[in-house]
């Protein structure tokens, strides 16, 4: 509201992503149906956020003022379709969504048509319900690996690649395809479908041995680690053959060119690719935001295009939905601090940089408007020279504090994205908003070896220069200077905080972690020698 100037009164409706009826009924059924094991979720799930869900209409129209007839709800998988459809390019498409869960769906497929001058729909055909999920499915392998649930999945994924599918077998016991081209799980080995204390059951367990402790680190050099990876690595391998074979089925029925894929399990780069290359479709289409969060913008157009029936309009095919960055800011936060900062025109701006990521300096770069959704796409990024492996080890110790086996991410432009990565027709596409993973062509992984993942693979960011014209600028400004137009690209924060947001967001972070250079509009700053120095002694006392 504040970005477009409006008053709440000037709202024609607020949309809440989901029924909280229909959820409150699902928790509640649960509960009921496994009585009495279940008595521990249930006052949980009241106390948490469902009596919040509830009373959803009114919290919202005492917040914003705005009367209760104008908020409207549509259902989860609703969002999520809406999301992935409404805002991808095509006119037609199949649509398939799949979470953890909604209200009660978990996967939904159907298709969606955007008529010009006519009507938008969304039409939802069959769905797959609670406790059934893929989602779980994954989450619940995500618990017992030690990593926290609805977070730590990619690490999951991360994991998968340091393993061998070798418990294969053991996944396909717990889900099972049925004959109409859904699965079911073996609820004997699952236990989040009456409990919050623990998502997988004993014979889970027998089945695949002690769960890891999330405070011990994975020694890959052990059986113990080994295993992790195995068991990570056979999961991924069954949750990739049911999308494959979901979405070929889909593709048989509607005939039709497109996927957009929704839903928190879309954000799985390696199914994503999978998916793109067997499902026969020839565009697959996932939005920036392809979780919960980008059910708010879902919602809203949902409620726009079809229940308001407004004309289809083209959305803006890029991430950048958020608050705009302020150069001035920053230059006024250094000048007060006696920082070395200097403002530039673009090109001086560009060649200096490139000359810094050259020189081996990690940059905080901080362009335009935020991107929406999880992953950095060149607004709020860290960029790094993406060649060596001590270029990676730097980044996780000093800036990102995390495991050595979650991979940095690269950014190239469109026009010699091919040279460098092994695309299939339609991956500069799902690279876009790093939605696939993509081998590095094997004669470029020694030289991209910050970016290039244990099985040689990448989760690239493909950029066109209408999205990101600078970044596009500085790729090519470095290509001139060190032969390869590629850099590491990063999400602008440290670890455990969000991606920064704000130029003085990011210069607390850049005052205070491995980060050499800040850029933020035309203002370029520049880290003092004695800071870098002070910087360097406390991270030695902390490590003592
Ligand atoms: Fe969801």
Redesign the pocket.
Known sequence: MEHAGLEPQELDAVVFY?RPMLKFDRILTCALRAFPRSWRAFPKAMKNSLGEKVWMRGIISSHLGVPGNKILFTE??Q??AAAAFLTAPTHRAAIL?T????EWATLTVGHGERRVNGATTIDLTREIRFPHSL?MLYATFTAFLGFAVNDGEYKVMGLASYGRPTMVDQVRRLIHPTPDGAFTLDLDYFEFQTTVERSYSSRFVDLFGPPRNPYEPIDLETAEGRRYADCAASVQRVLEDTLVDMTRALHRETELPDLCL???VALNGVANARILRESGFDRVFVPSAP??AG?ALGCALYADRIHFGNPDREIPDHPFWGPSVDGDELARLAREDGQLMNELEDGDLIEETAADLEAGRVVGWMDGAMEFGPRALGHRSILAAPHSVEMRDRLNRDIKYREEFRPFAPVVPIEVAGRYFDLPPGGARLARFMSGVFPVRPEWRSRLAAVTHVDGTARVQVLERDMAPRLHALLQAYGRRSGIPVLLNTSFNVAGEPIVNRAVEGYLTFRRCGIDVLVAGQTRLVKRASQQQKEKEKAKEEVA
Do not use: K, L, N, Q
């Not at 979470?99 to 909604?102: E, F, L, R």
């Open positions: 989901e989860h998988h969002s999520h969504t979470d953890g869960v909604g989602g929704g839903g928190g979780g919960d059910c």
